[in-house]
């Protein structure tokens, strides 16, 4: 089946302590990115990457590190956590970074970070 | 910059009545715009792309036009059931950001039955 997984789905953490959130597509998918969604303003774009070792910063990249380094993989790291980032976050990807591609998403990871 | 809102913030109706959902976007330099539902717990799911060279999109009971020009797209949902409950975003993708979607705040719609 056709899909993009994240993984963990839930996850609560500290502040300070490092982590990774996976996300891994199936669909030969060229263009991936991260997006958070929190109450009030929606779903905003963290990082983008256009093929396998280009990355791009998105409009709130601040205390987010990701790479890619295969095609399938585009994993999002958080070096020191702070409370500011718990939030519900989104992977997508779509075929080619064409602009009129659909955007398939993962079913999401809700991060707490205390 | 490219703004998205979609009023209202939560809508609900009785089985049957048709849905009308609002999305508007302040810059008309869109490569298109897409509507996608949201439920509890999980990913969006695509439901249609409207390129910005079309007026409307139809797939099944869904109904979605575009005026550029007005920087208004309505989703429209024929004879609502209550699987229909669940949220609404709209996206553009605007020319002016690559490959971003600037995403409204959502309509939370339940269907009562």
């Known amino acids: 089946e056709a899909q993009v997984t994240q993984n963990p789905r839930y996850l609560i953490t500290v502040t300070g302590k490092k982590l990774t959130v996976t996300c891994s597509q199936n669909?030969?998918?060229?263009?991936m990115s991260w997006y958070r969604q929190d109450p009030g303003l929606g779903l905003r774009q963290i990082y983008y990457?256009?093929?396998?070792?280009?990355?791009d910063k998105g409009d709130v990249p601040e205390g987010y590190k990701v790479s890619r380094k295969e095609k399938r993989n585009f994993p999002l790291i958080l070096e020191s956590p702070s409370p500011n980032q718990t939030s519900l976050y989104f992977c997508?990807?779509?075929?080619?970074?064409?602009?009129?591609?659909?955007?398939?998403f993962g079913s999401g990871t809700q991060l707490s970070v205390l | 910059k490219q703004e998205v809102t979609q009023i209202p913030a939560a809508l609900s109706v009785p089985e049957g009545e048709n849905l009308v959902l609002n999305c508007s976007f302040t810059?008309?330099?869109?490569?298109?715009l897409q509507w996608f539902r949201q439920d509890p717990g999980k990913g969006l799911t695509s439901l249609l792309l409207i390129q910005s060279s079309q007026r409307e999109q139809t797939s099944g009971r869904l109904n979605a036009s575009l005026d550029k020009s007005s920087g208004r797209s309505t989703l429209y949902i024929a004879a609502s059931q209550p699987g229909d409950s669940a949220t609404y975003l709209c996206?553009?993708?605007?020319?002016?950001?690559?490959?971003?979607?600037?995403f409204g705040g959502g309509t939370r719609v339940l269907v009562k039955p």
């Open positions: 669909m030969n998918h060229e263009y």
């Open positions: 810059d008309s330099a869109i490569y298109n």
């Open positions: 990457s256009m093929n396998v070792e280009v990355t």
């Open positions: 997508a990807s779509s075929p080619r970074q064409a602009p009129n591609e659909k955007l398939f």
């Open positions: 996206a553009v993708r605007p020319k002016a950001a690559g490959n971003k979607l600037t």
